[in-house]
T-cell receptor, first 113, second 115 residues
Framework: DGGITQSPKYLFRKEGQNVTLSCEQN?????MYWYRQDPGQGLRLIYY???????QKGDIAEGYSVSREKKESFPLTVTSAQKNPTAFYLC????????????FGEGSRLTVL | AQSVAQPEDQVNVAEGNPLTVKCTYS??????LFWYVQYPNRGLQFLLK??????LVKGSYGFEAEFNKSQTSFHLKKPSALVSDSALYFC?????????????FGKGTKLSVIP
């Protein structure tokens, strides 16, 4: 089945540690996205990539980094510079162009202890 | 800049009654509009979208939405609510005049269908 796989589902880290969240898609989509979800705040865009080897900052990119070396993969690193990293992180992909809807993974819940 | 507003944090409706979840938007060009549903601790599932054409869009699970350009609204509707419709609903917009694929989401509306 085609889809988006995020891992791990749950992750705990200590303050000061970097952590990388994995996102893989087999939908052959060009565009990929990372969103952060906090209660009552909806989804906020962290980074997005429209094509391999290119990505742009979203609204809340500070303290995060990404790479897009392969079409299928768009990992997100939450660095120690992110002041409040505890959140639910959602990865998504879409076809190129403005009309395509986003397909979402099941999310990764990061808790900083 | 593109933006979306969902004016109600929560909507309660009795099972079998019609439901409406409201959404208004702001864009510089033409809007592409989307509705998604999220169940607890899950990702978002696509329900329907408006790109162009008929203002009434039909989607998954019996949901539909009406695009109203003059009121800049895209309200989600269903004629008869089910308890299983209880979830968090998100409206989203993509601005054709923005030159990017960025999709902006509202803050979500929690729908509770009461048996």
């Amino acid at each position: 089945d085609g889809g988006i796989t995020q891992s791990p589902k749950y992750l705990f880290r200590k303050e000061g540690q970097n952590v990388t969240l994995s996102c893989e898609q087999n939908l052959n989509h060009d565009a990929m996205y990372w969103y952060r979800q906090d209660p009552g705040q909806g989804l906020r865009l962290i980074y997005y990539s429209q094509i391999v080897n290119d990505f742009q900052k979203g609204d809340i990119a500070e303290g995060y980094s990404v790479s897009r070396e392969k079409k299928e993969s768009f990992p997100l690193t939450v660095t120690s510079a992110q002041k409040n990293p505890t959140a639910f992180y959602l990865c998504a992909s879409s076809t190129s162009g403005h009309t395509g809807e986003l397909f979402f993974g099941e999310g990764s819940r990061l808790t900083v202890l | 800049a593109q933006s979306v507003a969902q004016p109600e944090d929560q909507v309660n409706v009795a099972e079998g009654n019609p439901l409406t979840v409201k959404c208004t938007y702001s864009v510089s060009g033409n809007p592409y509009l989307f509705w998604y549903v999220q169940y607890p601790n899950r990702g978002l599932q696509f329900l329907l979208k408006y790109i162009t054409g008929d203002n009434l869009v039909k989607g998954s699970y019996g949901f539909e939405a009406e695009f109203n350009k003059s009121q800049t609204s895209f309200h989600l509707k269903k004629p008869s609510a089910l308890v299983s419709d209880s979830a968090l609903y998100f409206c989203a917009v993509r601005d054709t005049g923005a030159g990017s694929y960025q999709l902006t989401f509202g803050k979500g509306t929690k729908l509770s269908v009461i048996p």
